[in-house]
Every structure is written in C-alpha cells, then in structure tokens.
C-alpha cells in the first residue's frame, strides 16, 4: 500500500487515540485486578461456607446413626438449605438422596470414587444446568456423605461485576478519547491560529498578525512570527513601490517610443528589404513594451490592500455588455446573462479589467471567445468565458494565473506572445473581491474561463 493510500489521522486525532488507549489499557489493567481479587475472595468465601456447613451436616447425621437412624430421613429432608441444593448419603449396600434429585451417574467419575472411597473433597462443577459445589466427607467407616450447594447467587454476582467493569472499561476509553480531544484542541489553538493568520497573509492580507501571548513557551513562537511578518509586508511594499516607480519613469519615454513607432508605421511603404523587417519588429517590440508597462502598474496597484471607497454594486452583465460595446474584436461572441443574476459589490475597473483581460487573451491565444456568459450559481455571480482554441492543458491551468507565466507560449517573441500578467491581474483581481478564477474544458472543444464572485447581500 503506498502512503497516499494510508489512512493519515490528524494530529488532534492521534493525540485523541493516544489518550483513549492509554486510558482503556489503564482501565483494564485495573478491571482485571479487580475481577481477580473480588471474584476469587467470592469464591473461597462461599467455598468456605459450603465447607463448613456440610461439616456440621455431617456430624448432625453421625449423631442421627448413633441413635438408630430411625429418623435418618427426616433429618436429611431438613438439612438441604434450598430447593436446588442435593444431598447424597452413601451406606453399604444403600443410596439416600434428599433435595433436587439427579442422576448419581452425572457426577464426575472420579468425585463418585473419592466419596466412596471416604476422602474428603471438594470441586466446583455443573449439575443439570446449575453450578454448584460439591463436598463429600466420610461419616463412618463405610457411611459417606456428599453434598451440593448452588451458587446461583454467586453466579449472578460475578456476571454483574463482569458487565459493570467492562462498562466502566468502555466508558473510561470514551472519557479518554473525549479528555484527548479536548486537551489536543487547547493545546493546538495557537497552531490554529497561526494557521488561519498564515492563510491571510497567504491571500494578500500582509496586516495579519497573531495575537501576543503571556505563555513563554507561546510568546517567543508569536513574536517570531509576527516579526517574519513584519518583514514580508515590508519587502512586498518595497516591491510593489518600486515597480510602480520604474513603471511611471518608463511611461515618458514609453511615449516618446510609442510616437515614433507610429510615425514608422504611418511609412512603413518607404522602408524596404531588412530594414522594413526591423521596422515591423521593432513596432511590435515597442507594442508589447507598451502593454507590459501597463499592466506592471496594474500589478502595483494591485498588490496594494483594496480602497473600500471603490466598492459599489455592479451589475456584471450590464459590465459584460458595455466592456464588449467598447472593443473592436474581429468575432463577435454569444452573450448569455441570466436573467436572475444578482449584483456583486466589486470595483468597478478591477471588474472592467478582468472582462477585458479575459477576452484579450482569448483573442490573443485562442482565435477569440464564442460566448460569454453571466450566471447565478450557488449565492456566486459566475462569468464563463468560451473560445475556440485547443485547450489548456490539465498542467498549465494553475499555472497560467501565476506573473508573466504564457503556457506553451513561454519564451516566444512577437504580437500575439502577450506579457504574461493578463491571466494574472484576472486571478489577482477576483481574489481581491472575495472569488476565484480557474480554466476548464468548453464542452465541445477548447477552454473555458470561469470567474465567480460572491454575490451581494442585502
């Protein structure tokens, strides 16, 4: 089996079981010390009572033969102590029973012979479904006497005490487990907090910190923490500054750049042989510089936390429909929005941006999208975006999102190669309002992007 096919508990789990066994073993470990003694003082108590009862019995009935043993029966009628108890007397040539009858023959063979015999003896055994004690004691020379004694009680005792220990048993590794959980749950709660504050940062929020602590084992764990914290924030603000600052001191010259491929555009007709080629390349060079550059301060400003005031609702469908009113694409695609789509509160350009990116990059690497659509599913507004191309494939689909990262495109050159920010501005933006983006395959061929949101609430 290999590991991924392991059951794999949690730690808070592990510590559960961990607890329950021990407490369980613990328990019966004591369980049966306790059955040992009680059972067994038990046992020899009423051994001994059985013992010496049929002593006395015995010398009752040597008196009784003394005498005459005229009212030898009588006498052995009174001396059973119940209905289920049996008393044998073995005389030459004579058995006399008195009690519960039975079958002298059931008796174990080797009981029958130390009573005949005249030795005394003593043995727990079954007779005719009842569990008794057997003592035997000789009389007289050739006058043995047997009796037996039910231990029904005793019976009943001893399967009481059995089910309250392995109740007590059970219910001691239940408490284990339940203490274990308990104690594992307070014992890991600074491991789940600091898991749901690295998951914050994680998701872009860089402000997140644990709370202090008073316990030294804890507070060094906290202060370290929020000191690598500290640091990361501070690191990502710098970067994010400086590439807002070379994306604005690149726009003056970006300009300049931008003017003049477009005068060599305008005559292009004049520039012939290689150096029309240079021409055509460096035009598209400076095209892709162009979108590069904007999207670079896209991504600044992106990274940086979200203006509430920006928020406001949005009707994406009217979004969608404005967005594609605005473009100029060669294929004009389907429009589907459900009429029941409900509004998100969103920023208006981020949203704006996202559409725009999407169907730029179907554009650009799928031959242009075929349908979009706005739908309602599950409390989420969910844009889907449909091409034509041939797919991405199921080990790119994450990996597209990510910064200046272009599929099977990577390392190419030219106008349609892209700068490798659009698909990342999209998963940026919409994880900036709470959603997520992901590609998928289109029924039928090709790549379907979906983004969803969640919806407004009133």
């Known amino acids: 089996?290999?590991?991924?096919?392991?059951?794999?508990?949690?730690?808070?789990?592990?510590?559960?079981?961990?607890?329950?066994?021990?407490?369980?073993?613990?328990?019966?470990?004591?369980?049966?010390?306790?059955w040992n003694l009680s059972s067994g003082y038990l046992l020899r108590q009423r051994e001994q009572s059985a013992?010496?009862?049929?002593?006395?019995?015995?010398?009752?009935?040597?008196?009784?033969?003394r005498r005459g043993g005229e009212g030898l029966d009588k006498l052995l009628t009174g001396l059973t102590t119940g209905p289920?108890?049996?008393?044998?007397?073995?005389?030459?040539?004579?058995?006399r029973s008195s009690g519960r009858q039975i079958d002298p023959s059931t008796l174990p063979p080797r009981l029958l012979e130390l009573t005949r015999n005249g030795v005394p003896a003593r043995q727990r055994l079954v007779v005719d479904g009842i569990p008794v004690i057997a003592v035997t004691l000789p009389i007289t020379a050739d006058v043995h006497y047997l009796e037996l004694s039910p231990t029904l009680q005793l019976d009943r005792t001893f399967r009481f005490l059995s089910a309250v220990l392995i109740a007590g048993t059970v219910v001691s590794g239940l408490l284990g487990v339940a203490l274990g959980a308990w104690a594992a749950r307070r014992a890991l709660r600074p491991l789940t907090e600091l898991t749901a504050?690295?998951?914050?940062?994680?998701g872009g929020d860089l402000r997140s910190r644990m709370p202090e602590r008073a316990d030294p084992d804890l507070a060094p764990l906290a202060r370290t923490f929020n000191t690598t914290a500290d640091e990361l924030e501070q690191r990502a603000l710098r970067d994010?500054?400086?590439?807002?600052?070379?994306?604005?001191?690149?726009?003056?010259?970006?300009?300049?750049?931008?003017?003049?491929?477009?005068?060599?555009?305008?005559?292009?007709a004049e520039i012939l042989g290689t150096a029309g080629r240079a021409t055509d390349l460096l035009t598209s060079e400076v095209d892709r510089f162009a979108r590069m550059v904007v999207d670079l301060l896209e991504i600044s400003r992106s990274d940086q936390q979200t203006d509430e005031r920006a928020l406001e609702p949005?009707?994406?469908?009217?979004?969608?429909?404005?967005?594609?009113?605005?473009?100029?694409?060669?294929?004009?695609?389907?429009?589907e929005v459900n009429s029941s789509a409900p509004l998100v509160i969103a920023d208006r350009r981020r949203l704006d941006r996202v559409v725009n990116n999407l169907l730029d990059n179907a554009e650009r690497h799928a031959g242009g999208a075929i349908r979009v659509a706005v739908l309602r599913n599950d409390r989420k507004v969910r844009l889907e975006i449909d091409d034509r191309g041939p797919g991405v494939p199921a080990e790119l689909r994450e990996r597209i999102f990510e910064r200046f990262a272009r599929g099977t495109r990577a390392g190419s050159r030219g106008t349609d190669s892209g700068s490798g920010l659009g698909l990342a501005l999209v998963a940026?933006?919409?994880?900036?309002?709470?959603?997520?983006?992901?590609?998928?395959?289109?029924p039928g061929g090709g790549a379907r992007f979906v983004v969803e949101i969640p919806e407004a609430t009133t």
């Open 240 to 268: 994010a500054r400086f590439a807002s600052d070379v994306s604005h001191e690149l726009r003056s010259p970006l300009t300049t750049m931008l003017n003049a491929a477009e005068i060599l555009r305008r005559r292009r």
């Open 84 to 95: 289920d108890s049996t008393i044998l007397l073995y005389r030459p040539d004579e058995l």
């Open 51 to 65: 013992e010496r009862q049929a002593e006395v019995n015995a010398k009752v009935i040597s008196e009784e033969l």
């Open 314 to 335: 949005v009707d994406l469908g009217g979004l969608v429909h404005h967005v594609l009113a605005t473009r100029s694409d060669v294929i004009v695609p389907e429009v």
């Open 1 to 34: 089996m290999t590991v991924r096919g392991r059951l794999q508990l949690s730690l808070r789990w592990r510590v559960a079981a961990a607890f329950g066994l021990g407490s369980f073993l613990l328990s019966s470990v004591l369980a049966m010390a306790t």
């Open 197 to 202: 504050v690295a998951h914050r940062i994680a």
């Open 428 to 442: 940026e933006h919409v994880r900036r309002h709470g959603g997520r983006a992901w590609v998928q395959d289109r």
